[in-house]
């Protein structure tokens, strides 16, 4: 497979202080649907708009299509559509204004009629975008960046704020777009959108890509892909963190803020009896007990020891 | 939009499925992007207002205020005592009792009313046939005032003129005030509508990421710019029309010359505001940044450029200068063009002025616009 997207050694400087993006490098292969998965502020915007041409980087090499933002500027331009992770596009325009006047800029674009029955805009055709609601608007933000026929899309937090039947729809959209054979490059900050819709993903904390793989590699490699969750009565310290991590089946431990201790584990039947056992001859009380899937929400949260969203 | 487009061609995509495909010409962007502009400012209320009725409003009002003043007529008073009732009926039986409107007064009253600019002058008659005068030298009407007042006093008294003279009252159209105002309003308005509507519509744009998302796209960026720029010079258009037609209704102007040239100054006028605006414009990214240097470089135009009076009256070292500005080449071919009939020809050298600021600022304005 051909590379569509590839960039070597990137770094972003803001102002000569703030470093935004400290050496990524990314291979996107043609087809794929590839997402930056990381909290606000680890650089994704940055990232995507350096490689959406919109940004000089500070240093480092962008690759699109085989072609560089230096030479070939308006082909590339010709050959993607992009969705920023905030535009309010003009109020007092329609929907159908709106997408004429992008389908305008490009030299072969699809039909204004088509794209709005993909996003599924046709009765809003005549609305005002001003009087849409934040779905409506968010596809119609896509639907401006598919209305060129490109071959790569990139999407800032597309769903960022939307409900979620909103955000099913616009997973429908991009897969639409996938299976006719585009490139999607798309960052998020809902770990479930990650993994339900990328094929693969960079896992991004302050400018650096800390792990890449599919969702089910990610998660595979916590070593343990169940989660139990408990808390109990009576100190923790280091000494018990040391003694739940010998318990049976236990790959890794990590205490959360709040008294509750997460347990990565292999075979959740072996490791809670005895979890219950060590807590007994502790004298101390089970006040919590829990067991679900790993995530890469947990990913996220082995690798910095912080959560995705904290707020 | 009503934008004709060549009819669509569909083509066949490479892609895996076939999409139905348009083909867009050179210039497909550019009418978007106009027909854009044009429909959002038809949707928008306080735009129509205040391109359009505001500059009729002002006409009106400024037209209804000049006109209504008897025309020269003064208002004095005399300090009342014991000459008053004399020196009253000295004015009431000269020859120019009709441009004197004589009141008695307390000193006080008197003095207060001509600071209030109430009466034009004050006389104080000091005995039958010793007068004092109070004026003001700035006022222009407070010393017309005074050398009517004193030629009425004076032939009243007996003075013999040694010269016969005779007058011809010119009111006609197109030597009056309103005539001298509204060529002067059309190019304010051109440049107040050009600066603003192109000022706030990029820095909206800014905020908006719109621009942003524009440069995200194939679009040329000189189309944009230039779309903005024509979309003033469709406004002109209906602004010119509208307030000179609005004195040819109201006040029975006559225009002189032709309206094609007219609007042809007006459209070197638009494109030396939008650039300027474009300009004063390509940074901004707050509204208040934008307005702020707007008004600085309007302000002088609005003082110097000979709006509602000639700039002949400042300093004639200043002339050259004020010649320079864009708004006083904009009102002065204006006027020439509408009051005088002159042709374009004559027209060149302030057209030119009107045209280098355009080009300079435009050609300013695309290397430092900032387009994030
Ligand atoms: N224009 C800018 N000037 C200075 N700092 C910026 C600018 N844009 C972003 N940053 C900083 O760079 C870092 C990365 O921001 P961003 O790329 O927007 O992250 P994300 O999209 O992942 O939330 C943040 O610390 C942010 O404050
Ligand atoms: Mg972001």
């Known amino acids: 497979m051909p590379l569509a997207i590839q960039c070597r050694d990137l770094r972003k400087t803001y102002d000569g202080k703030v470093e935004a993006v400290r050496g990524l490098n990314l291979e996107i292969e043609s087809g794929e649907c590839f997402g930056l998965l990381g909290p606000n502020g680890a650089g994704k915007t940055t990232t995507i708009e350096i490689l959406e041409g919109l940004l000089p980087p500070s240093s480092g090499q962008v690759t699109i299509l085989g072609k560089t933002w230096e030479s070939d500027a308006r082909e590339l331009r010709e050959s993607m559509g992009i969705s920023l992770q905030e535009t309010r596009l003009a109020e007092k325009l329609t929907v159908r204004e709106t997408i004429d006047l992008f389908a305008s800029f490009y030299r072969e674009p699809r039909l204004s009629d088509d794209v709005l029955d993909e996003l599924q805009l046709t009765e809003k055709s005549n609305a005002w975008v001003g009087k849409l609601s934040g779905g409506q608007r968010q596809r119609l933000a896509v639907a401006t960046a598919l209305v060129g026929n490109p071959k790569v899309l990139f999407l800032d937090e597309p769903t960022t704020g939307l409900d979620p039947q909103s955000r099913r729809q616009l997973w429908d959209i991009v897969r639409g777009f996938q299976k006719r054979g585009g490139t999607v490059l798309l960052t998020t900050h809902y770990m479930e959108e990650a993994e339900r819709l990328c094929d693969r993903l960079a896992i991004i904390d302050h400018g650096e890509v800390i792990a890449a793989g599919t969702p089910a590699e990610l998660i595979a490699r916590l070593g343990g892909h169940h989660v139990v969750e408990f808390a109990a009565s009576g100190e923790q310290n280091d000494d018990s963190t040391d003694q739940w991590k010998h318990l049976p089946g236990v790959e890794s431990v990590h205490r959360e803020n709040d008294g509750l201790v997460c347990l990565h584990v292999r075979e959740p039947h072996l490791t809670v009896p005895a979890l219950l056992d060590l807590i007994v001859k502790q004298n101390s009380q089970l006040l919590h007990l829990s067991t679900r899937q790993a995530s890469l929400e947990d990913v996220f949260v082995r690798l910095t020891g912080r959560h995705l969203r904290e707020d | ?372």
């Open chain 2, 1 to 372: 939009m009503a934008v004709s487009e060549p009819p669509p061609k569909l083509k066949d995509s490479p892609g895996p499925k076939q999409l139905a495909l348009l083909h867009n010409g050179r210039w497909s962007g550019f009418t978007h992007l106009l027909a854009a502009r044009m429909t959002e400012l038809w949707r928008e209320p306080e735009v129509m207002f205040w391109v359009f009725v505001f500059p009729l409003l002002l006409a009106l009002g400024l037209g209804i205020a000049f006109r209504d003043k008897p025309a020269d007529v003064t208002p004095v008073a005399i300090v009342a005592g014991s000459d008053a009732e004399s020196t009253l009926a000295m004015i009431e039986r000269s020859p120019e009792h009709a441009l004197i409107h004589a009141q008695i007064a307390e000193r006080n009253a008197a003095l207060k009313g001509f600071r209030l600019g109430k009466y034009d002058l004050v006389i104080e008659p000091d005995s039958a046939s010793e007068f004092h005068y109070v004026y003001d030298p700035a006022r222009p009407e407070s010393v017309l005032s005074r050398r009517e007042v004193d030629d009425a006093l004076q032939s009243a008294a007996g003075r013999k003129n040694p010269l016969t003279t005779a007058t011809t009252v010119s009111s006609e159209p197109g030597s009056r005030y309103i005539d001298f105002l509204i060529p002067g309003l059309i190019g304010m308005n051109v440049m107040n509508a050009a600066m603003w509507g192109i000022g706030f519509a990029l820095v909206d744009m800014r905020q908006r990421k719109l621009l942003k998302r524009f440069v995200g796209t194939p679009m040329r960026r000189s189309d944009f710019l230039t779309a903005l720029a024509s979309s003033r010079i469709l406004l002109m258009f209906v602004e010119v029309v509208l307030l000179l037609g609005f004195g040819v209704f109201f006040f029975h102007m006559r225009v002189m010359g032709s309206w094609l040239a007219i609007l042809l100054v007006g459209t070197f006028g638009a494109l030396a505001f939008s650039g300027i605006g474009l300009l004063s414009a390509s940074r901004a990214q707050k509204i208040e940044t934008a307005s702020g240097l707007m008004n600085l470089i309007m302000m002088p135009m609005w003082i110097f450029s000979g709006v509602f009076f000639s700039y002949e009256r400042f300093p004639a070292v200043l002339h050259p200068f004020i010649k320079a500005l864009p708004l006083t080449a904009l009102n002065d071919a204006l006027r020439a063009t509408v009051l005088e009939g002159a042709s374009l020809a004559s027209q060149s050298g302030r057209l030119l002025v009107m045209a280098v600021w355009g080009v300079l600022s435009f050609l300013l304005a695309l290397r430092v616009f900032r387009w994030t």
